[in-house]
């Protein structure tokens, strides 16, 4: 299948996304003159800054963001204090007007924040008025200094169907409720603003946390004239749990619902895992402050590529496939082991194996000081792929199954003699399982 035969394009929430790609709420859409750059790179659609309603003046803290790098690898979170919209509510609703004259084949969605019932209609019913496509509703801000506001609002399930009822009552266009991840179960949120009337959801918002600490100041990043704060973290250091929060939506039965992925996006392929779990659209923020909008090229590049090879033709062909292999670990097959496997002619000998396995995993591997190569104790490994984590050459550690007959050794205790000073009563009554999760 050629590339020529692909269709990105998607449909969400009754609108049709030229590709599932589009700007979240955040920094990267703030006005229209960047919103105008994005669409002319490729993006199909935006969620615009949250609106301030002129309701009390929003002053961002400066500075309002860290980098968080790990490594060698820069960005790889970023922790954000920025507050809503700070511009004036007219100066945001006549870029609504601009962007839909100027590029009308684009989705604009309104993400708009309120304070009461009042305010919720209100921010609603002029964002419709003014071009909008779609609402967002953002329950999920985790640094909004006001309170009542953002995921406090997020975590106060009631108020959630209550707003969400205020806003459908409102308007006529579609409603995306937008969940925070500073919480344990999304399902449950996620169904009371479904049953407000929302039409979909999108998730995550940026994840509570401290990025990093001043070791000089002793203080917290960003450093707010010698005041830090918990506040936002987005990047790819989020992405496992926004994956984790869509797939528990996705395979929820009483909430089916459209969802729109987001958390950790850079590449084409952190973008196909959402979609395989069940989003249909993709939003993304901290991938673009670290390499600019032109990463939507390599995305839809990527994407089409690989469904051309798979010989899939629409993105919506793709939406939720790896659902149906997402099990809970009870369903795991533990008759089967396998082990590691090495390919010692790709080694360059860096040692990198054998530490993390002496001093991470079974002591599996022996070291060969003279050649610098590991040789594998086959019985004692624990196929917990450590190895193949830290080393630097590619496909040189495997994992290959065991057969039937292969048993794993038990690891030995340093001394059998003290067993005879154990004090020990065996457990053996069985009781009812008191678990309530």
């Known amino acids: ?78 922790q954000n204090v920025e507050q809503i919209s700070d511009r004036p509510l007219k100066d945001n609703l006549a870029d609504f007007l601009y962007l839909k004259k100027s590029y009308p084949e684009h989705v604009l969605i309104s993400s708009i924040m309120g304070f009461s019932n009042e305010e919720w209609a209100y921010l609603a019913k002029v964002s419709e008025d003014n071009g909008a496509d779609m609402l967002e509703l953002n329950f999920s801000c985790p640094h909004m200094c006001i309170e009542g506001t953002g995921h406090h609002v997020g975590k106060a399930f009631d108020l959630i169907e209550k707003f969400t009822a205020t806003v459908k009552n409102t308007v006529s266009i579609p409603i995306i409720a937008k969940m925070t991840p500073n919480i344990t179960d999304m399902t449950e949120p996620a169904i009371y603003a479904k049953n407000g009337g929302a039409d979909a959801i999108s998730a995550i918002n940026t994840v509570s946390g401290i990025s990093e600490v001043g070791l000089e100041d002793l203080v917290p990043k960003p450093n707010i004239f010698g005041i830090g704060a918990v506040s936002g973290t987005s990047g790819p250091a989020i992405k496992p749990i926004g994956l984790h929060f869509i797939a528990d939506m996705a395979q929820c039965e009483d909430l089916s619902i459209p969802l729109s992925g987001i958390g950790g996006i850079e590449t084409w392929i ?109 019985e004692k490994c624990l196929s917990c792929m450590l190895c193949s984590f830290v080393c630097p050459v590619p496909d040189l550690i495997t994992y290959k199954e065991m057969p039937a007959t292969w048993s794993r050794a038990e ?27």
Not at 324 to 340: E, S, V
Not at 416 to 431: A, D, Q, R, S
């Open 270 to 378: 952190d973008a196909l895992e959402y979609i395989l779990l069940g989003s249909s659209t993709i939003q993304v923020t901290t991938g673009i402050m670290h390499y600019g909008y032109r990463i939507v090229e390599d995305m839809i590049e990527g994407l089409s590529d690989f469904m051309a090879q798979r010989g899939v033709s629409r993105v919506s062909d793709l939406v939720g496939k790896a659902l149906p292999n997402l099990k809970t670990t009870d369903h795991f097959d533990l008759g089967r082991q396998g082990i590691t496997q090495y390919d010692l002619n790709k080694c360059v000998g860096c040692g990198q194996c054998y530490i993390v396995c002496t001093d991470a995993a079974g002591q599996a591997l022996e070291w060969d000081a003279e050649m610098r190569r590991p040789s594998l104790i086959e």
């Open 1 to 78: 299948m050629s590339n020529q035969s692909i269709d990105l394009s998607i449909e969400f929430c009754g609108k049709t996304f030229k590709n599932p790609f589009l700007l979240s709420s955040s920094p990267v859409s703030n006005s229209a003159e960047m919103v105008a750059r994005s669409f002319d790179a490729g993006w199909s659609g935006v969620v615009f800054k949250t609106l301030n309603s002129d309701r009390l003046p929003i002053i961002h803290p400066s500075p309002r963001m860290n980098a968080f790098h790990y490594g060698a690898k820069r960005v790889v979170g970023v």
């Open 411 to 437: 690891t030995q205790v340093m001394d059998k003699n003290l067993e005879k000073e154990i004090t020990l009563e065996p457990f053996t009554k069985e009781g009812p399982n008191e678990c309530t999760c």
